[in-house]
């Protein structure tokens, strides 16, 4: 399987359009690639709070079309990335967007757990509620967005909701890039399973990016990482390395703690 992760650049000068526009064209030059993931609310700024409200979205607005359109013109699995989305009732989300080689939409995920201590996303926006995986022909994916990294009881619930590749979609800061890398390599030894990270590059609201996308096989080895820089990084895995692995290596069998309790007999 070969999967691309763009590590698109957020310019402050550039136009959010603009900005769809570029992405659509650098998938389109993913067409031999199974999967294209993009980063966190890659079209705004992950730290661009103050426009949040101004270019919040309907689920089905303006990002939603271009890159349902891009999915089908390159005939690729596209994790989309996320974007704000604004719901019917007003609420924001922080929401991500997968779309079938056709241009369907297969899944949509709302940030569960939001950045910001009580200031900026956490108070601004909406929390997601449900886990979210999405069934390709090679793999299964679960869904995850930049801070839910830090918190493994979701990747737990997505292993066993059936995910065998882990999707992380960031807007990370380089002054943390040391626990980018530390916990996706962690997640996938715990989960025994791929972990796809990727983040943007450039600078969000005077925050620097860490970039650094990367992708982590099921025994925490880096197969590839990028760079600070903006770059697409493109790497072929095996999926069926996680069935193996976990075989191999049954960990996850042996886990006592967080599982629904037997039943008992009446």
């Known amino acids: ?100 080689p056709d241009g369907e939409l297969a899944a949509a995920y709302r940030k569960i757990h939001r950045f910001g201590f009580d200031q900026g996303e956490a108070v601004m926006m909406g929390a997601g509620e449900e886990l979210v995986t999405v069934a390709l022909p090679q793999t299964t994916l679960g869904l995850a967005t930049c801070y839910d990294l830090r918190f493994p009881e979701m990747f737990r619930g997505l292993v066993d909701a059936g995910a065998e590749t882990l999707i992380v979609a960031a807007g990370w800061p380089e002054r943390r890039r040391a626990h980018w890398t530390l916990l996706a390599r962690a997640r996938a030894v715990e989960n025994q399973s791929y972990v796809l990270a990727v983040g943007t590059a450039g600078t969000h609201a005077g925050i620097q990016q860490a970039g650094h996308s990367i992708v982590v096989d099921p025994w925490g080895e880096v197969l590839a990482e990028a760079g600070a820089d903006e770059e697409v990084l493109t790497v072929e895995f095996d999926p069926s390395k996680v069935a193996a692995t976990r075989e191999q290596f049954p960990a996850l069998k042996d886990r006592r703690l967080g599982l629904a309790p037997p039943e008992t007999g009446k």
């Not at 992760?5 to 769809?20: G, K, Y």
């Not at 199974?34 to 609310?41: A, F, K, N, S, T």
């Open 1 to 100: 399987m070969r999967a691309s992760l763009i590590q698109i650049a957020v310019d402050p000068d550039e136009s959010v359009e603009f900005r769809r526009r570029r992405a659509a064209s650098l998938i389109a030059a993913q067409g031999g690639a199974d999967l294209v993931v993009l980063p966190e609310l890659w079209p705004v700024g992950a730290f661009a709070y103050t426009a949040f409200a101004d270019e919040a979205e309907p689920l089905q607005g303006p990002t939603h079309d271009i890159m349902s359109k891009a999915a089908a013109d390159a005939g690729v699995w596209l994790h989309a990335g996320s974007f704000v989305e604004r719901a019917a009732d007003g609420t924001l989300y922080n929401t991500a967007l997968v779309f079938t």
